[in-house]
């Protein structure tokens, strides 16, 4: 009588990819399954709509319990948004900034793999490219306000005397400051960092994985006019289109983190952060300035790239004939 031997799981090796690896196809590893990305997608897409608002909820009920009048007006009123301080500010920031962690979650839980695989490929984030990537957000801008000031149009204007200066106004500064970079980090952290990977693992397309992340980006931001939509659609193709360039992340979230400071720097001194946050339209003039800004970003920001010779796949290591691997895909 034969005994049959007990089967031995699986084993993998520590590294997530066969063979070097473009950044948006990256969720497929040696596990990889095609259910895995479309269960994520619907998780990250429940997170955004139904955890970040969660958050901002925690934030206001919290807040509205030291503003003087009914409890229950004051957290309706905030939660319409229709006159947004600094508590309602810290609420929508933290929110959004909830979807890193989501990501992070479902990289490591539903794919085995470290979250640092959706900062870049080699996989951390390239401090030094990010500081340039930075610097050239800044000249992006600067380039964006030259230009709107000689258009014939409004588009672009710093109009208004300045805000004045508040206790209510310093704090929604503050918050400004230490939260609008998480922000910005989350939501890239979502659209082009795992929904990208997600959607191009499934396609096994890039430009498929930008276009549609480009697209989810835009929509939501809610209803708009096409000036104003093709706006955030433009910022996410050229922000997709870097990622998968240079391999990482950190020109998207250099270039959102000071478009967000301008806009609610912007507001804050010369205008109402309520109306910011709120717009549904923009001019067609509008669609000049969006052109500028992701021309002269992405030229400065790829001519970099290529400069610093950046690693734009991931780098498997050569693995020895008989070599034993290890059962651990989150190792790498």
């Not at 139904?50 to 309706?76: C, E, R, T």
């Not at 890193?100 to 839980?109: G, K, P």
């Not at 106004?169 to 998480?182: A, E």
Request: proline letters at 6%; hydrophobic letters at 55%.
């Amino acid at each position: 009588m034969t005994v049959q031997q007990p089967q031995q799981p699986q084993r993998y090796p520590s590294f997530p990819h066969a063979q070097p690896t473009p950044y948006h196809a990256m969720l497929r590893t040696w596990t990889y399954a095609p259910w895995k990305p479309i269960v994520g997608m619907l998780l990250a897409g429940f997170a955004f709509v139904v955890g970040a608002a969660l958050v901002f909820f925690a934030v206001i009920a919290v807040a509205d319990a030291f503003k003087p009048g009914s409890y229950v007006d004051n957290v309706m009123a905030s939660s319409t948004l229709e006159k947004v301080g600094p508590a309602e500010l810290l609420g929508l920031n933290l929110g959004i900034a909830s979807l890193t962690l989501v990501t992070w979650f479902l990289m490591r839980v539903l794919h085995g793999m470290r979250p640092r695989w959706l900062a870049s490929v080699v996989p951390r984030m390239r401090w030094r490219f990010f500081a340039l990537c930075l610097g050239f957000a800044v000249v992006a801008v600067v380039a964006q306000v030259v230009v709107g000031a000689l258009l014939p149009s409004s588009a672009g204007e710093i109009s208004g005397s300045l805000t004045a200066v508040t206790r209510s106004t310093v704090i929604s500064g503050v918050v400004i400051l230490l939260t609008t970079p998480l922000q910005a980090i989350g939501e890239e952290y979502l659209f082009r960092g795992y929904l990208l990977q997600a959607v191009g693992s499934l396609f096994g397309s890039r430009w498929i994985a930008i276009v549609a992340t480009a697209t989810m980006f835009a929509l939501a931001h809610g209803a708009q006019n096409f000036p104003l939509f093709f706006d955030r659609f433009a910022f996410g193709l050229i922000a997709g289109w870097l990622v998968t360039a240079t391999g990482g992340l950190e020109a998207g979230i250099a270039l959102h983190i000071v478009n967000n400071f301008f806009a609610l720097g912007l507001a804050l001194a010369f205008g109402d952060i309520s109306e910011t946050l709120n717009t549904s339209s923009a001019s067609w003039w509008n669609i000049v300035l969006t052109v500028t800004q992701s021309v002269v970003y992405a030229g400065l920001v790829y001519a970099a790239a290529r400069r610093m010779r950046l690693q734009t796949h991931t780098a498997p290591p050569s693995w020895e004939p008989g070599a034993a691997p290890s059962a651990d895909l989150a190792t790498a």
